[in-house]
């Protein structure tokens, strides 16, 4: 199994639809959660952490359940924009970070 | 301010050949990683270095792969005799405590693509 899970997707859906993506995690040392958006052939950039409380960035939720390990991000009336690939991302105490496969969003006119 | 700059972009070798690849993190950022992905996965880090110590190497191929950085800035990540599974994207990221939205935030370089046939 591994560390960090994610549905792959993809995830095709009209422009402003409301769309949520998945992640869980086996390590239960783990402390700081992340989303980071890959576009096709670019490097991974920070799109928000992940706090206990869940943390809103303007149309992007992000959620974390830790009694089930659990990450979730809501992405409200999506753009064009919005296509690419979310990185799931958990580091532990020990400062190592493990990143899931990622879900892939195709957002269409 | 420059980002994470990384080269080659692109190389294409044949198996059992050796390579290099270079990265320069963010100025004064501490720590440096190094990941590779494959295609249609997440990236997998090979080995992070806090300035010029190595906090974690538990994936990286020891047999084949190795990397330094020497004096806590500049790194380069070498594969020696390369395999056609060693095919992948590399890449660089730094962070820093101090710096960016989060002390945990991971800037990446734009990555060197490895082709071995």
């Known amino acids: 199994r591994k560390e960090v899970e994610q549905d792959p997707g993809p995830f095709n859906v009209p422009e402003g639809a409301t769309v949520a993506f998945n992640c869980t995690y086996s390590?239960?040392?783990?402390?700081?959660f992340f989303w980071y958006r890959q576009d096709c052939r670019k490097e991974p950039k920070l799109l928000m952490s992940v706090y206990s409380s869940g943390n809103e960035d303007g149309r992007f939720t992000a959620q974390l359940n830790r009694a089930s390990q659990y990450i979730s991000l809501l992405i409200r009336d999506s753009k064009l924009s919005d296509s690419a690939t979310y990185l799931c991302?958990?580091?532990?105490?020990?400062?190592?970070?493990?990143f899931g496969d990622g879900t892939t969003l195709t957002v269409k006119p | 301010e420059a980002g994470v700059a990384q080269s080659p972009r692109y190389k294409i070798i044949e198996k059992r050949q050796s390579v290099a690849f270079w990265c320069n993190p963010i100025s004064g950022h501490a720590t440096l990683y190094w990941y590779q992905q494959i295609l249609g996965q997440g990236p997998k880090l090979l080995i992070q270095?806090?300035?010029?110590?190595?906090?974690?190497d538990s994936q990286l191929p020891k047999d084949r792969f190795s990397a330094e950085r020497l004096k806590g800035v500049d790194s380069t990540l070498k594969i020696q005799p390369a395999k056609l599974e060693d095919s992948a994207v590399y890449l660089c990221?730094?962070?820093?405590?101090?710096?960016?939205?989060?002390?945990?935030?991971?800037?990446f370089g734009p990555g060197t693509r490895l082709t071995v046939t």
């Open positions: 991302v958990v580091k532990t105490n020990a400062g190592k970070s493990t």
């Open positions: 390590n239960s040392a783990s402390q700081s």
């Open positions: 990221a730094s962070s820093s405590l101090w710096a960016g939205r989060n002390p945990y935030e991971q800037y």
């Open positions: 270095f806090q300035n010029n110590g190595v906090v974690d």
